[in-house]
């Protein structure tokens, strides 16, 4: 299959054209069939990534979109990738390019939503308000297009571990920005941190164990320069560990990034979004698919009877029987807000048997 996969790339070379290029992938893959197994065409990616001399140049090098992304087609106008997901899910976003994707082996939750701008804070910041359009599911063999843009902002939960998800995307649209859009009304311009900006950071870490104090003047000068978007961009990368900082330089940018911004209403809906999600259940532990999207449900308020359509239910009695199952999942609950947490899950399991 992974030659089929190249080859729906070339075969829409001949027809490109950017403007229309969201139906035009979308019928390339609806017209795209999955021909084997998934262990089969695990085997055959091994094979192919073992063996091929060169490979296309890679759309997402890391592990920061797919579990991995692999590129398998690139012509500098469009790509064709399979992203592997395991436990990651999206955050809510629009694009920065136009396309479609089609679930190719698993299942998964995909929500649109619309971004109203409320007010503009700067160019690459909005206070923005988000209202869920839709809900479905999406099964091995769905698609849908990417538009581009505000035209189309949503969220993918992914449902069965791993899910496989086909993208055919372009490469070159430098006229869009990639928006990421946080419950507590933050929208944002993510920002590709440059190599010299990684540079810059792991720089300031050698200077720090040389000379702190030029250290620190250093790190001021360096993020007194950086757009509001490139500084959360830092912030999520330090948070996460991906420079392989030590602790304490972590810990110092962190904070120095706190005492620059923390005045600014920007600054904070972004930290109140993360603060607000150390209440959620941890639903990426969850142990089947069905208990992950409960929890999704529980952790933004999902009515019942939504829930119960997505899971395809007709009675309460079995969301009851599932709600019973989520407690018992215990790498779902964070230690600290355990209490809460248990208690939100007892309130609605109450509320269904009142129903």
């Given at each position: 299959m992974v030659d089929s996969l190249i080859k729906l790339g070339k075969d829409l070379e001949p027809s490109w054209d950017r403007e229309s290029f969201p139906q035009q992938a979308l019928k390339a893959l609806n017209n795209f069939k999955v021909t084997c197994s998934l262990e089969t065409f695990e085997e055959q990616v091994a094979q192919w990534t073992l063996n091929v001399l060169k490979l296309p140049k890679q759309i997402n090098l890391y592990n920061t979109f797919g579990e991995p992304p692999i590129t398998f087609f690139h012509n500098g106008k469009f790509a064709v990738d399979v992203y592997f997901w395991r436990k990651n899910d999206t955050n809510i976003h629009s694009h920065a390019f136009r396309g479609a994707f089609k679930v190719i082996y698993g299942k998964s939750l995909h929500e649109v939503f619309h971004v109203e701008t409320l007010e503009k804070f700067k160019s690459d910041m909005l206070n923005s308000k988000l209202t869920c359009l839709s809900t479905q599911i999406l099964t091995a063999g769905d698609s849908q297009r990417i538009l581009p843009g505000m035209e189309l902002t949503h969220r993918v939960v992914h449902l069965e571990n791993p899910t496989l998800t086909l993208c055919i995307r372009t490469v070159e649209d430098t006229q869009l920005n990639q928006?990421?859009?946080?419950?507590?009304?933050?929208?944002?311009?993510?920002?590709?941190?440059?190599?010299?900006?990684?540079?810059?950071?792991?720089?300031?870490?050698y200077m720090y164990?040389?000379?702190?104090?030029?250290?620190?003047?250093?790190?001021?000068?360096?993020?007194?320069?950086?757009e509001a978007s490139a500084t959360l961009s830092l912030y999520e990368s330090v948070f996460a560990n991906e420079f392989g900082l030590d602790p304490v330089v972590s810990d110092i940018i962190i904070e120095h990034i706190n005492n620059l911004c923390h005045e600014e209403l920007w600054f904070q809906k972004f930290i109140n979004h993360y603060d607000d999600l150390a209440y959620h259940l941890m639903e990426f532990n969850a142990s089947s698919g069905d208990l992950k999207l409960l929890a999704h449900g529980l952790n933004f308020n999902f009515s019942a009877?939504?829930?119960?359509?997505?899971?395809?239910?007709?009675?309460?009695?079995?969301?009851?029987?599932?709600?019973?199952?989520?407690?018992?999942?215990?790498?779902i609950f964070n230690d600290e807000y355990y209490g809460d947490q248990v208690q939100k899950i007892n309130g609605f399991m109450y509320k269904l048997g009142d129903n």
């Open positions: 928006w990421h859009h946080l419950s507590s009304g933050l929208s944002y311009t993510k920002y590709n941190l440059k190599e010299v900006n990684v540079k810059q950071i792991l720089y300031f870490q164990h040389s000379n702190s104090l030029t250290a620190l003047k250093y790190l001021n000068e360096l993020l007194t320069r950086m009877e939504s829930i119960k359509n997505l899971l395809g239910y007709t009675e309460n009695q079995e969301l009851q029987q599932l709600t019973s199952k989520l407690l018992e999942e215990q790498t």
